[in-house]
Structures are given as C-alpha cells and as structure tokens.
C-alpha cells in the first residue's frame, strides 16, 4: 500500500491480487478512525460511483474509514461490459469481497478497526454473503438501495447488524427487501426514505441515506463524533 496525507486522513491506494488479475481500490483512513467500512457497488459500477464517493465522504467526517474498489478486473470488467454475466454471479462477488476484507484486515495499521460493509443494488447480496462467511471480522452492513434477497440462504447465517434503507417509491425492491427482512436472524432494520426512487436522486435523499448509514455504523464500529 502506498500513501500520501491530506486533510487528516491517510489515503493509500489498494491493489489486491486476484486469481486472473488484480483489485484495485482506494483506501481513506481518517486521523481518529474507529471503523472501517468497505464499500461493494452496485451492477455494472465501479469504486468511481459519485453516489459512493460522496457517501464514503460523509462517513469518513464520522471518523470512518473508507475503502471503494473494484470487484473486477479490467480484463473481467471487459467482459462484463459485453455480457453482464459477472455482475448478477453474487457469490462470485462475495467472494471477491471476502477476499479483499482478508487482505485489508491483515494490513490494517489498527488491528482492532472494527469492520463494516455498505452495499448497494447487487453489491448488497454480495456484502450479505460475505459477512456470512465472516462473523468474526465484520460488525454491521448497510444496503443502499439493494437485492439482499439474492442472498438466499446466507440470510439466516448473517450475524453482523444489517441496515436496509429504500426509497419509499421503489416499490418492488421495497417489496424485496421486506421479504429478506423476514429471513434474517440478526438485529435489523428498514428505513425507508419517502418519495426517493432506486438511485435516491430527488433532493436530500442521498443525504438521508448518508445520516442513516452513519449513525448505523458509527453505533455499531465505534463511537465518532456526529
């Protein structure tokens, strides 16, 4: 990991070798970190998301680490710009998450950081099944937005607190996702954002969607300031 200082925070830039190629990601870590949240987008987006970006931000002033990157390689990302076979396959992604939370937890200056997982659209089944396979490192997720019920069984073995937040007019995927409520085991929430539709565009939607993510992991990964 390589990194420069700017604004209190250490940025560093991640590169995670994969099977087939390598991960790159970009990692923020404020002065006074109590948490590490690690961001897995949604179909067909990238760690560029403006929507992840602007969210991992306001998340970083709670004095949360961030860390957005890539769930493909570039020679996987052109493939799946041609068939989409990869970003639906949310084991795969899973996998890849996993595989990412193991190595940035071995690097961690902290080893204490609690960690956390915000997953949007797909990248919220994947964020689910990840934190299955790791109970004993990940403390809380948050889906933006998301299709946790893709992560089918792996519901009921989630540990970590799960938050959902929807937009009160996406009504099929607030459909979907009180459904994936009923199956999950863990403590658990769903806040629905009035009036917002799947990407939370109408104004302050993607600031509520912030206020709830933050206080959720702030709560559960440490105690920041508001």
């Not at 070798?17 to 990601?25: E, H, S």
């Not at 969210?55 to 680490?65: C, D, F, K």
């Not at 938050?163 to 009504?171: K, N, Q, R």
């Not at 993510?213 to 508001?226: M, T, Y």
Request: with cysteine.
């Amino acid at each position: 990991m390589s990194h420069t200082t700017a604004a209190s925070a250490r940025r560093h830039h991640v590169r995670v070798p994969v099977p087939g190629g390598t991960l790159g990601g970009d990692l923020v870590v404020p002065e006074t970190a109590t948490g590490l949240v690690i961001f897995a987008h949604g179909s067909g987006s990238s760690r560029l998301s403006p929507r992840n970006q602007w969210v991992a931000r306001q998340l970083e002033a709670a004095q949360l680490a961030t860390l957005l990157f890539d769930l493909l390689t570039p020679a996987e990302e052109a493939v799946d710009a041609r068939t989409g076979e990869l970003r639906f396959d949310v084991e795969f992604l899973a996998g890849r998450l996993v595989q990412v939370t193991d190595h940035v937890a071995s690097g961690l200056e902290d080893p204490g950081l609690h960690i956390g997982y915000f997953g949007a659209s797909t990248g919220a089944a994947a964020a689910l099944i990840a934190a299955s396979y790791r109970p004993e490192l990940v403390r809380a997720v948050v889906s933006r937005g998301g299709r946790p019920d893709l992560a089918g069984p792996a519901l009921a073995a989630v540990k970590a607190p799960t938050l959902l937040i929807v937009g009160g007019a996406d009504m099929e995927v607030l459909a979907l996702n009180n459904i994936a409520l009923a199956q999950l085991r863990c403590p658990k929430e769903l806040q629905i954002v009035p009036r917002a539709t799947h990407l939370f565009e109408e104004p302050g939607a993607l600031e509520e969607v912030a206020r709830l993510a933050r206080g959720w992991l702030v709560r559960h990964l440490g105690a920041g300031p508001s």
